[in-house]
């Protein structure tokens, strides 16, 4: 079928053509949210869930959903080497100029920037990387301590008065949060905790790997409580089966029921794979009805595409000994694994490979569902470690 016309979306943070089986969390979204706006208690979302499963898309739907109802947003995201006081700076600032606009939150925003300014200046001996204009004079003991979890409480504060006075409230989106460090994630969770104290409407919506919920956790003891976290998972059959069926449907074009279920099968739900196999199931029938055949046929070019795509920008970033520890856990099956079992396979004590382990974890490519369990962050990575290193030689290596 035309390429040109082709509805399916496969991408990182690429928005899909239907986005399926989300509705409960928007619904939650949406609630949580508006209480923050009328000053009740409602607690900070914190997306959680494997690669590929569609937290970066769902960021952004809840970020327009919530534009559309007139709250402010400001989005960002973690990258591996940048500091959390660089990041928030200028989105807060972005947000407070975009309030001062408004006559009723004027004099609030520009004290706020006053505090930004105190908060950017000071804080930049210690974070080299935040860059960030001044639109106002700091005003001496206003977020300049130069302490990042004091001035951070202050700065959210200061940004919420403003965001109260105006009648809105402020949505931090912040996307990748795993990769932020412990210590700026403990100033995060202290100044949100603060915030939520005093009932000022400002809120977080972040997504993050699985370990981000035990790193909340050890940055500060009392996250548990502070945040929700959805875990983002799988889609189930019923929404599976919408994502590939309805943009075919808008595009009159149907599938038989043994191909929907081969894709459900060989996808298992994953939405990026759900993706991937409806782009190239369609670029390879001829239509408009699809047959199992036509999917059976556009296996190898699934494949090709999520190499290339999806897994391979991962592997690309691992050094020889992280391929080699990834290439074990990938012969030992789909996982979790004990770490022993993966020593054991690469015939080394377990301790000799911690370190590698941790470095894995602190990446992004694995994370310990539980104590010495090990698992992909990557769904069916295994499969791949064992197409691009196959036989034996790996161990060599
Ligand atoms: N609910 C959904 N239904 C159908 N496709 C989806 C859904 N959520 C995400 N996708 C698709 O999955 C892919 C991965 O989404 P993304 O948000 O980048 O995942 P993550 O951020 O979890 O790695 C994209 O191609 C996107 O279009
Ligand atoms: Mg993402």
């Not at 504060?157 to 949505?171: D, F, P, S």
């Not at 081969?262 to 794979?273: A, W």
Request: proline share 7%.
């Amino acid at each position: 079928m035309d390429p040109v016309i082709n509805p399916f979306a496969p991408g990182a943070g690429t928005s899909p053509p239907e986005l399926a089986g989300r509705d409960r969390l928007l619904e939650d979204a949406r609630v949580a949210r508006q209480r923050v706006r009328n000053g009740l208690p409602a607690k900070s979302m914190l997306l959680v869930g494997l690669r590929g499963v569609g937290k970066t898309v769902l960021l952004e739907r809840l970020r327009l959903d919530a534009e559309a109802e007139g709250f402010h947003t400001v989005q960002m995201e973690a990258p591996e080497q940048r500091s959390l006081p660089a990041l928030l700076a200028p989105q807060i600032r972005l947000a407070l100029l975009r309030l001062s606009r408004l006559d009723s939150a004027r004099d609030l925003a520009q004290r706020a920037l006053r505090g930004l300014a105190g908060f950017a200046s000071r804080l930049k001996l210690k974070y080299g990387d935040i860059e960030v204009g001044y639109d106002a004079e700091p005003e001496p003991g206003l977020a300049d301590n130069g302490d990042l979890e004091l001035d951070l409480q202050t700065l959210l504060e200061l940004v919420g008065e403003a965001a109260e006075r105006a009648g809105t409230a402020l949505l931090l989106f912040v996307d990748e949060l795993q990769y932020v460090e412990e210590e700026q994630l403990a100033a995060l969770i202290t100044a949100l905790h603060r915030v939520a104290q005093r009932r000022r409407p400002v809120m977080l919506v972040g997504a993050g790997l699985p370990q981000l919920r035990a790193r909340m956790g050890r940055a500060k003891s009392y996250s548990e409580r502070l945040f929700d976290y959805p875990e983002i998972g799988p889609l189930d059959e019923a929404a599976a089966r919408q994502a590939l069926t309805m943009p075919l449907a808008a595009n009159q074009v149907a599938l038989n029921e043994d191909a929907l279920e081969s894709v459900l099968r060989r996808t298992q739900g994953y939405p990026y794979f759900l993706q991937e196999w409806g782009k190239q199931v369609w670029n390879t029938a001829v239509g408009p009805r699809i047959t199992l055949a036509d999917v059976e046929q556009a296996e190898r070019l699934v494949l090709a595409a999520l190499d290339e795509g999806f897994f391979r920008v991962r592997f690309d970033r691992m050094t020889p000994a992280e391929r080699r520890y990834l290439r074990a856990m990938a012969e030992l099956g789909p996982g979790p694994h004990r770490s022993g079992d993966v020593a054991q396979c690469l015939v080394k004590p377990v301790t000799a490979l911690g370190p590698v382990r941790n470095q894995l974890i602190h990446k992004g490519m694995i994370w310990s569902p539980g104590h010495g369990d090990t698992a992909f962050t990557v769904p069916l990575f295994d499969e791949f470690m064992r197409r691009i290193l196959p036989g034996e030689d790996w161990r060599a290596g």
